[in-house]
């Protein structure tokens, strides 16, 4: 059975920084397409940040520049790396893999 955990939320100041994990377990995603996606209060899921087996990587308009995923394959793991965070980014954050697969979210508030 796939699994998918994060961890890493919590409350940051605005302008902060914030890392969050996603441990895959249950198979072998080292040739999956890894991503964060968002739910703010109020809004849709979003994609936030994709990334390919190859290490390609996609970034929604509002990261760019902010954001950074990155993946260990020998971990099963994904990584979101968040700088300057903004007020904009309090969500739900959840991990997801190939589309099919999806974490049970973590919670980041930016908030002073």
């Known amino acids: 059975q796939v699994k998918l955990v994060e961890s890493g939320g919590g409350l940051v100041q605005p302008g902060g920084s914030r890392r969050l994990s996603c441990v895959v377990s249950g198979g072998i995603f080292s040739n999956s397409v890894m991503g964060w996606y968002r739910q703010g209060p109020g809004k849709q899921r979003e994609r936030v940040a994709v990334?390919?087996?190859?290490?390609?990587?996609n970034y929604a308009d509002s990261v760019k520049g902010r954001f950074t995923i990155s993946r260990d394959n020998a971990k099963n793991t994904v990584y979101l790396q968040m700088n300057s965070l903004k007020t904009e980014d309090t969500a739900f954050y959840y991990c997801?893999?190939?589309?099919?697969?999806w974490g049970q979210g973590i919670q980041v508030i930016v908030s002073s």
């Open positions: 990334i390919t087996s190859g290490g390609t990587t």
């Open positions: 997801n893999v190939d589309d099919d697969y």
